[in-house]
């Protein structure tokens, strides 16, 4: 089982090329989803996705765009890039998981992909 | 965006040593917090997931408490080894799905 799979693994941008990062998964997930790190800072969820066909923003979606048109692939993609988006891309996936106080979490948690360096010159 | 804290931000410990690390969030509509093992050059790895006030987790020498009342976790390692050194994340989440907000983590070094 490859897990979750980013590529590329690292990208140099020029200010106001464009590119698409790719993140596929083999476990079946239902939600998926694209965070960044930036030094300081705890991971910050930029979108994600609930199901293959939908979206929606999260809390750093300026700039950026996804899309989920099968399942077990999230694209997420950078129209005009700016030095601000210089960062590590983490994708994630999990289930769909309805929790049931009484009973407890039934989660695994989140499956992280290995990250991808971008630098935006 | 809830507002998330973990201290320390880093700890330095001796092989042997036991340890705990602190998860602050706002108690209000918590729904479920994980936490997660970030070792350098790798992805996050998920430790637990909990839910309820009161739960305690265990994974080895790793276990976890949570107060949903207070708003509070802890994350405790019993006889530190080298190999558990890494960055340690809690993310809370008060949605009723796994819309977690991470902390910035412990930095967590043990030396030999």
């Known amino acids: 089982n490859a897990g979750v799979t980013q590529t590329p693994k690292f990208r140099v941008l020029k200010t106001g090329q464009s590119m698409t990062l790719l993140c596929a998964q083999d476990m079946n997930h239902e939600y998926m989803y694209w965070y960044r790190q930036d030094p300081g800072m705890g991971l910050r969820l930029i979108h994600y996705s609930v199901g293959e066909g939908t979206t929606a923003k999260g809390e750093v979606p300026d700039g950026y765009n996804v899309s989920r048109l099968k399942k077990q692939n999230f694209l997420l993609g950078l129209e005009s890039a700016a030095p601000s988006q210089t960062s590590v891309y983490f994708c994630a996936s999990s289930y769909f998981t309805v929790f049931r106080k009484a009973r407890g979490a039934t989660s695994d948690g989140y499956t992280f992909g290995s990250g991808t360096r971008l630098t935006v010159v | ?112």
């Open chain 2, 1 to 112: 965006i809830l507002n998330v804290e973990q201290s320390p931000q880093s700890l330095h410990v001796q092989e042997g040593d036991s340890t705990n690390f602190t998860c602050s969030f706002p108690s209000s509509n918590f729904y479920a917090l994980h936490w997660y093992r970030w070792e350098t050059a790798k992805s996050p790895e998920a430790l637990f997931v909990m839910t309820l006030n009161g739960d305690e987790k265990k994974k080895g020498r790793i276990s976890a408490t949570l107060n949903t009342k207070e708003g509070y976790s802890y994350l405790y390692i019993k006889g530190s080894q080298p190999e558990d050194s890494a960055t340690y994340l809690c993310a809370p989440t008060n949605t009723g799905f796994q819309k977690l907000v991470f902390g910035t983590g412990t930095r967590l070094l043990v030396s030999p």
